[in-house]
């Protein structure tokens, strides 16, 4: 018999390439689940590293907002009342803080800028309650220069009284944050 054995051993190698087929599809399967398992554990950390994100917006903006309520008050620009009186001009520096807290010790520097023949006759807190001390109030002895330091007791806007004996340009210097800050007082 002719081709029997070609047949048996066509047959032979189809049982082998049926064999290796299966593994391969088995093989191709458990990597379609793998992929499976890899596409939903991705989808997974893709949702949990959004909320993640989000979590980490809100602690952002809770931390931003407890350093606002820790940080100490600070003081913006004055409203500036000036009025012209006898012995030259009377300027008055209303301040508001930042925060309806007592801001402790104050302290200013008023300093007349240029050439100038104008002098600081006084500089003082313009409305009580405060404490001061025999140096709350230093003037330099050209007269140019002022430093005022004191308390004010409670809450409340500090005012402070700077009396020149003419016009002039002055810079206004301050603690609590204050931006150093020139008046034209005429």
């Known amino acids: 018999m002719k081709g029997v054995g070609t047949i048996k051993a066509a047959a032979e190698r189809a049982e082998s390439d049926a064999g290796e087929i299966e593994e391969i599809r088995k093989r191709v399967e458990a990597q379609a689940a793998t992929m499976d398992l890899v596409a939903k554990e991705s989808a997974e950390a893709k949702t949990l590293l959004n909320d993640l994100s989000e979590q980490n917006k809100i602690a952002e903006s809770q931390i931003q907002s407890l350093a606002e309520l820790a940080a100490p008050p600070s003081l913006g620009a004055p409203k ?47 409305r009580p309650p405060f404490l001061s001390g025999p140096d709350s109030k230093r003037i330099s002895e050209d007269s140019k220069q002022a430093v005022l330091q004191y308390t004010l007791m409670g809450v409340g806007h500090p005012s402070i009284r700077l009396k020149t004996s003419g016009p002039a340009s002055v810079e206004i210097q301050g603690n609590h944050d204050l931006q150093t800050f020139s008046i034209n007082i005429e």
């Open 80 to 126: 500036v009342d000036i009025t012209k009186i006898d012995s030259g001009y009377d300027t008055v520096l209303t301040f508001t803080p930042s925060k309806n807290r007592p801001l402790g010790a104050l302290v200013f520097v008023a300093s007349i800028q240029g050439q100038s023949d104008t002098k600081i006759l006084d500089f003082w807190p313009a």
